[in-house]
């Protein structure tokens, strides 16, 4: 337990970043699903719109530092290459 008002002012915020990260991780993850159930079932167009869905959403998570940019941008990189492996 904190010791201090600052070390416990501190523990609350900490508590509260939390919890709402948590949150915006769940949705990124929720998004990435949808993208790797829709190249699941082999149709292009399903699989772009749904990564179309997904890309700004990962976008914005990772401005807001719930995810690192690079993790980001490994994502999306690695959800477009399958989708191209599809229309080939």
Aim: glycine residues 2%.
């Amino acid at each position: 337990m904190a010791n201090t008002k600052q070390a416990s002012k501190r523990a609350r915020q900490a508590e509260k970043r939390r919890v709402l990260k948590s949150s915006q991780r769940s949705m990124v993850r929720t998004y990435i699903k949808r993208v790797v159930k829709a190249i699941g079932t082999g149709d292009h167009a399903e699989s772009m719109a749904a990564f179309k869905a997904a890309q700004p959403v990962i976008d914005r998570i990772a401005d807001k530092d719930v995810l690192s940019k690079k993790k980001a941008a490994r994502l999306k990189s690695r959800l477009n290459k399958r989708i191209k492996a599809l229309a080939a």
